[in-house]
């Protein structure tokens, strides 16, 4: 049966979250954590009778990762890359980027992804490339059977990451996007962390900052 893609546009800067859910085998994995992403997951967990089978975060931004501790206590398993260590251990050194006021909260990463690995979850596989240049530990996740794909905050429709916050380098983010994104089959649907989702084969052709 085909995954099911609910997109969750949250706070504080309009961040999506993502939950994939298979209906049939009543569990979902979630893709990143704004604010309020955990009490929007666990009313769709009780509501439909899902369990929780992973957080993938596609790097460590606070405004990806503010409600990762709320999954953690929850028990939920979450998969980050080392090279972002410090930013979930220590989400305040980004403190002077972030919104005045917003407390954040260390995220405990229980499993860490490195580029090629594969990922079971709900009953596919998943496969994780390291795509860094907007952060040094961003990772897309590739549900390779479903055709789908998380490209955090590498490439949006019609723009890609800023690549000028700390740990960011544009030519990093060029070869990301060109080695690791344009090499997916055209049909794939990318779902980015900001904005609307877009295709491979749409931003190879029309993406002004990256050429195919
Ligand atoms: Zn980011």
Same mark, same amino acid.
């Given at each position: 049966?085909?995954?099911?893609?609910?997109?969750?546009? &949250?706070?504080p800067i309009g961040t999506n979250?993502?939950?994939?859910?298979d209906r049939e085998r009543a569990a979902c994995v979630?893709?990143?954590?704004? &604010? /309020?992403?955990?009490?929007?997951? +666990?009313? &769709? $967990?009780?509501? /439909?009778?899902? *369990?929780?089978e992973g957080l993938l975060l596609t790097?460590?931004?606070?405004?990806?990762?503010l409600d990762g501790h709320r999954f953690a206590a929850f028990g939920a398993r979450i998969f980050g890359h080392e090279a972002? =260590?410090?930013?979930?251990?220590?989400?305040?050194?980004? /403190?002077?980027?972030?919104?005045?006021?917003?407390?954040?909260? %260390?995220?405990?990463? *229980?499993?860490?992804?490195?580029?090629?690995? @594969?990922?079971? $979850? $709900?009953?596919?596989?998943?496969?994780? =490339? +390291?795509? %860094?240049?907007? @952060? %040094?530990?961003? $990772?897309?996740f590739w549900f390779k059977d479903a055709g789908i794909a998380f490209p955090g905050d590498a490439v949006f429709r019609g723009s890609v990451g800023r690549y000028d916050l700390p740990g960011g380098d544009f030519a990093a983010l060029e070869a990301s996007i060109r080695r690791q994104i344009y090499t997916l089959p055209d049909e794939t649907r990318l779902y980015p962390g900001h904005g609307p989702p877009t295709t491979v084969a749409h931003e190879r052709a029309n993406n002004p900052f990256v050429r195919g």
């Open positions: 049966m085909a995954l099911e893609v609910l997109d969750f546009e &949250l706070p979250a993502f939950v994939v859910a979630v893709v990143d954590a704004p &604010l /309020n992403a955990f009490s929007t997951v +666990e009313s &769709l $967990l009780v509501r /439909n009778g899902w *369990t929780l790097h460590g931004h606070w405004d990806h990762t972002d =260590r410090i930013l979930f251990s220590e989400p305040q050194v980004m /403190n002077a980027f972030a919104m005045p006021g917003i407390e954040m909260h %260390p995220v405990a990463v *229980t499993d860490w992804v490195k580029q090629g690995d @594969c990922i079971e $979850l $709900l009953g596919r596989t998943v496969e994780a =490339r +390291e795509v %860094p240049g907007h @952060c %040094p530990g961003s $990772l897309l």
